[in-house]
């Protein structure tokens, strides 16, 4: 199965945001997408969730289940860690496996019957991503998701990412780490000025990377410190 991505325009009032994206994605893979800040990235997965009106075409079959990770995560405080998977689970029709719950929180390790206003934000990160998991969706998209994650939860979180590509599902990330990003996913798409390069020989990713570094170095040479 392709995703296609068409995006012909979206704005903000008169400010175009993002322009001209036409791009198709492979099922059973793991899709990295890297930008400056204010390249368009969250923007342009707000758009891929359908949550933003955009000029282009839905880019999934409206019978798959998707699954989707804002980059700002908002938690009503009165509402304890168990609740909030059991709302999450139980949205989707889906049976409640305590069992399923008890093997992710093993390596989550969260307070589950504290109440949220107690989470810190990597803790509220551990626990939309524990409630996308459980929701057994066939579609990912995750903005930023390993923002406040310490290192266990990301390496964890990494070769979760890697098994639910392996049972048949396919995954869409957004991050500003290009290192990480580039050492897990299947391909790359370059989101700047609203516009998007795709990359999908993974060979061309060491080449892109000493493009970016260099690029990087010879701004900083010119940058006085003192």
Not at 149 to 178: I, N, P, Q, W
Not at 200 to 213: K, M, N, P
Request: aromatic share 14%; net charge negative.
């Amino acid at each position: 199965m392709m995703f296609d991505l068409k995006i012909n325009r979206q704005r903000y009032g008169r400010k175009v945001v993002l322009r001209e994206i036409s791009q198709s994605y492979a099922s059973e893979l793991i899709h990295g997408f890297l930008g400056e800040n204010g390249a368009g990235k969250t923007t342009l997965f707000q758009c891929m969730a359908g949550l933003l009106p955009f000029d282009g075409e839905r880019f999934f079959p409206s019978d798959l289940r998707v699954g989707y990770l804002p980059a700002e995560l908002y938690m009503y405080p009165m509402i304890t860690g168990r609740e909030f998977l059991h709302f999450y689970v139980t949205v989707r029709d889906l049976p409640w496996e305590d069992e399923h719950l008890t093997r992710l929180n093993t390596y989550f390790a969260l307070p589950l019957d504290e109440y949220a206003d107690t989470y810190s934000t990597g803790m509220l990160k551990k626990l939309y991503l524990m409630g996308l998991f459980m929701q057994k969706n066939d579609v990912l998209l995750l903005d930023e998701p390993f923002n406040g994650l310490d290192f266990r939860t990301s390496a964890f979180v990494t070769a979760l990412l890697d098994e639910y590509r392996k049972l048949g599902h396919t995954v869409f990330v957004a991050s500003h780490d290009m290192e990480h990003l580039f050492s897990y996913v299947d391909t790359i798409s370059i989101v700047r000025d609203g516009s998007l390069t795709f990359y999908e020989d993974r060979s061309t990713f060491v080449q892109l990377r000493a493009d970016i570094v260099t690029e990087a170095s010879k701004l900083a040479q010119n940058v006085s410190l003192m």
